[in-house]
């Protein structure tokens, strides 16, 4: 069983920055491949960005790539994404999520956070 628990959300000005964290009291954290996904209102959650268990592997929505960055500390059972160049369209409900499994669908991850909301005004 997985818990994760997300924060770092909050209003920002177009151009800036935030840092989302999302964090795991399970021991077995390290076994998870970690993705960020987003919902806008009115909108389909969409995938954002992911990160492989040891960090080798990572992937990025083309809309983000360049602007967030995605990184892990397994010893604090840490998932971080570094958003730069923020933009009103990234306005939405950030969701960390966990799987076995590399992917970047929804479907693909069995345990999920709570949201942290951000907010990016023009």
């Known amino acids: 069983q997985v818990q994760l628990v997300e924060s770092g959300g909050g209003l920002e000005q177009a151009g800036g920055s935030l840092r989302l964290s999302c964090t795991s009291s399970?021991?077995?954290?390290?076994?998870?491949?970690i993705g960020w996904f987003r919902q806008a209102p009115g909108k389909e959650r969409e995938f954002v960005a992911a990160?492989?268990?040891?960090?080798?592997?990572?992937d990025y929505a083309d809309s983000v790539k360049g602007r967030f960055t995605i990184a892990r500390d397994n010893a604090k059972n840490m998932v971080y994404l570094q958003m730069n160049g923020l933009k009103p369209e990234d306005t939405a409900v950030y969701y960390c999520?966990?799987?076995?499994?590399?992917?970047?669908?929804?479907?693909?991850?069995?345990?999920w956070g709570q949201g942290t909301q951000v907010t990016v005004s023009s």
């Open positions: 999520a966990a799987s076995l499994r590399r992917g970047n669908e929804g479907s693909d991850y069995g345990y």
């Open positions: 399970g021991r077995t954290f390290s076994n998870y491949h």
């Open positions: 990160i492989s268990q040891r960090a080798i592997n990572t």
